[in-house]
């Protein structure tokens, strides 16, 4: 187990994914002392399952973390794979860009409405936007905008492009502008991703003498978009857990939902 205290990054070797993972929770963590006003003060412990355990007074308690998405119960391509797909080729792009020495950027890439962008080629996909940038970047203090032509020098599954090259800069900055429907009824949806936890209560108890789960919205991409309705907050939900909190990034949501076993 890794200790580490609330607000600062922990000290040690992992690889990238899990380290990204972990981070992620913690800021999901973090999200909760914010609002929670009893929330432990003991050292803060990132195990796996429950992701973190908190000493408070001789009591163990216990938080796992759940993220919430659109289509979380959903069979079809989901929306986050998408949106990861379009994150991973915009990073391997601008790699390619800081690797080849070009100056700092602001990039913004919109990409066409494809859900076999998950099947594709990602890495050639990125070369070959990394290739398109570096062809068009305008003269300093200049923007230029590159819509696809269609003629093979662009992946089909980018729309459009943007390149700011302002002196400015101090390092590059590439993102895809996103959009996307606010949800605000999904009891359902909630109760689907408490389900899913409450199967492996079991396991969790077994480290602690009480369990948190913690669901949250992050709300920085279209499938995490979440506003819930009055009924979605005072829902009643099933939920083996000695407390269930939802947390929204998109409008800084927070609600201690009403549960029983």
């Given at each position: 187990?890794l200790?580490?205290?609330?607000?600062?990054?922990p000290?040690y070797?992992?690889s990238?994914?899990?380290?990204a993972?972990k981070e992620?929770e913690?800021?999901?963590?973090n999200?909760?002392?914010?609002?929670?006003?009893?929330?432990p003060?003991g050292?803060?412990i990132?195990t796996e399952s429950p992701?973190?355990l908190i000493?408070d007074?001789?009591k163990?308690i216990g938080f796992e973390i759940v993220?919430?998405l659109?289509e979380n119960?959903?069979?079809?391509?989901?929306?986050?794979a998408?949106e990861n797909?379009?994150?991973?080729?915009i990073?391997?792009?601008?790699?390619?860009?800081i690797a080849?020495?070009?100056?700092?950027l602001?990039v913004?890439?919109?990409?066409?409405n494809?859900?076999?962008?998950v099947?594709?080629d990602?890495?050639?996909?990125?070369h070959?936007?990394a290739?398109?940038?570096?062809?068009?970047?305008?003269?300093?203090?200049?923007i230029?905008e590159?819509?696809?032509?269609y003629d093979?020098r662009?992946?089909?599954?980018?729309?459009?492009?943007?390149?700011?090259n302002?002196?400015?800069?101090?390092r590059?900055h590439?993102s895809?502008?996103?959009?996307?429907f606010?949800?605000?009824e999904?009891i359902?949806?909630m109760?689907?991703?408490i389900d899913?936890?409450?199967?492996?209560?079991?396991?969790?108890?077994?480290k602690?003498d009480?369990?948190?789960l913690?669901?949250?919205a992050?709300g920085d991409?279209?499938?995490?978009f979440?506003?819930?309705?009055?009924?979605?907050k005072t829902h009643?939900?099933?939920?083996?857990?000695?407390?269930?909190?939802?947390?929204?990034g998109?409008?800084?949501n927070y609600v201690q939902?009403?549960t029983?076993?």
């Open positions: 187990m200790g580490f205290g609330l607000g600062t990054m000290l070797k992992t990238k994914i899990f380290m993972k992620s913690l800021i999901s963590l999200k909760l002392k914010k609002y929670y006003k009893e929330f003060c050292e803060v990132h992701d973190f000493t007074n001789e163990t993220w919430m659109q119960s959903s069979d079809e391509i989901k929306l986050k998408i797909t379009e994150d991973y080729i990073s391997e792009a601008r790699k390619i860009c080849k020495g070009i100056d700092p602001e913004h890439i919109h990409f066409g494809c859900p076999g962008i099947k594709s990602k890495k050639e996909i990125a070959q936007l290739m398109a940038v570096i062809e068009n970047i305008p003269p300093k203090e200049n230029i590159i819509e696809n032509q093979g662009l992946p089909e599954v980018i729309h459009s492009f943007s390149i700011v302002y002196s400015c800069l101090k590059h590439w895809p502008p996103r959009a996307g606010v949800q605000e999904f359902n949806e109760q689907f991703v899913a936890k409450n199967e492996k209560y079991d396991s969790y108890i077994k602690c009480e369990c948190i913690l669901i949250d992050p991409a279209p499938s995490s979440f506003d819930p309705s009055e009924e979605t009643i939900y099933k939920s083996k857990f000695a407390k269930t909190f939802y947390v929204g998109f409008l800084d939902l009403i029983e076993p």
